[in-house]
């Protein structure tokens, strides 16, 4: 072998240790930019259990998306639903929808039955998650 291949195998043997070392420090960091664990939901208060009952405001989270604003109106009645640790859905009550608020809740009283946080209202194909009613209360 010649003194020209030998230098050309010292080279590709150098390049080639310089990205097995970036590689070893780089991928640590791509591990680490996935593994913390998720926020808590922006609407939750833990250790809350409110129950709603006729009469009382209740606030509800939606998409914002064009389909809400074109099936839900002022003055609608949207049916509530609670599903339990067996993923069974049982009607609980009703809402009549008074405002809109900002680009995704809905302000809304409670009509019928017991409504608690994390209960779904729906009209049609659209659906509200129920919110705690404490976080949007200043908002008018």
Do not use: W
Not at 62 to 80: E, M, Q, W
Request: hydrophobic share 40%; glycine share 8%; proline share 3%.
């Amino acid at each position: 072998m010649t003194e020209k291949g030998r230098d050309m195998k010292k080279a590709i043997a150098g390049y080639l240790a310089i990205l097995l070392l970036l590689v070893m420090f780089t991928n640590p960091l791509t591990v680490f930019a996935v593994s913390y664990p998720p926020a808590p939901l922006y609407h939750q208060q833990a250790g809350e259990e409110t129950v709603l009952t006729v009469g009382q405001v209740v606030y509800m989270f939606h998409s914002g998306t064009a389909d809400v604003k074109k099936n839900i109106r002022t003055k609608d009645v949207l049916t509530v639903y609670r599903i339990n640790s067996s993923c069974e859905v049982t009607e609980v009550g009703k809402i009549r929808v008074i405002s809109y608020i900002g680009e995704t809740y809905i302000k809304g009283e409670v009509i019928q039955g017991e409504i608690k946080q994390d209960d779904i209202a729906k009209k049609g194909a659209v659906s509200c998650l129920i919110i705690s009613a404490g976080l949007c209360a200043h908002i008018k």
